[in-house]
Every structure is written in C-alpha cells, then in structure tokens.
Nanobody
Framework: QVQLAESGGGLVQAGGSLRLSCAAS????????MGWFRQAPGKERVFGTN????????EYADSVKGRFTISRDNAMNMVYLQMDSLKPEDTATYYC???????????????WGQGTQVSVSS
C-alpha cells in the first residue's frame, strides 16, 4: 500500500505562485499514475492534472492548463504541482492521488492523501 501526504498549501494573493508536494511512502510510486484533484468549498472534487509513470505524458483540466505544471521524481518518491498565476477560483483543498490508469476520473485512483488547503485572495 502506498501512503500519500501533501504539503505546501497556504494563502497567496491572486497572481502569485505555490508549489505543492506529495510525498509517497510504503512502496515505490514508479509504476503508478499520479494525479492532483481539488475540491472547492461546497463543490465536488474535480480533476486537475495527471502524469504517467515515465513523467513524460500529462493531462490537464482546461481550468489549470497553462498555469499549473505537474512533475514527479520517482527516485525521491515525490510528486509536485507548480501553480502559477493563481486565481481566487483556485481556492480549494488539493489532493494527491495514485492509480494504475491515466484518467481524469477520481474513480480510477486508488490511493489518496489527506489534502492541503490553498487559498487565493483577490
């Protein structure tokens, strides 16, 4: 079983940047697809981005495309989300997830972290 722990959330002004980290433990993630989802207050959790095990193939939701960048370091068992040009509508709890199929559906991800809060002020 793999355990995931997110960090790096916080409060930032619109236009600013944050870098989220996801530390994996329990087993190596080098054969997992990794993803980031987010859940805004009062809304459902939605897909943000994913990355395949090679680190060379990605998918991004339209809402974050061009502003967010996912990356991974399999040697360190880490996944990152660089978030630039943040907007107030990016305010949400951000979740790291691991799965075996690259997908934008949370049902395809089998392991989840507890989430980290990101708040963007206008």
């Amino acid at each position: 079983q793999v355990q995931l722990a997110e960090s790096g959330g916080g409060l930032v002004q619109a236009g600013g940047s944050l870098r989220l980290s996801c530390a994996a433990s329990g087993r190596a993630i080098d054969d997992y697809v990794m993803g980031w989802f987010r859940q805004a207050p009062g809304k459902e959790r939605v897909f943000g981005t994913n990355i395949d095990w090679t680190g060379q193939n990605f998918e991004y939701a339209d809402s974050v495309k061009g502003r967010f960048t996912i990356s991974r370091d399999n040697a360190m068992n880490m996944v990152y989300l660089q978030m630039d040009s943040l907007k107030p509508e990016d305010t949400a709890t951000y979740y790291c997830a691991a799965g075996v199929v690259r997908s934008d559906s949370e049902g395809q991800f089998t392991h989840w972290g507890q989430g980290t809060q990101v708040s963007v002020s206008s």
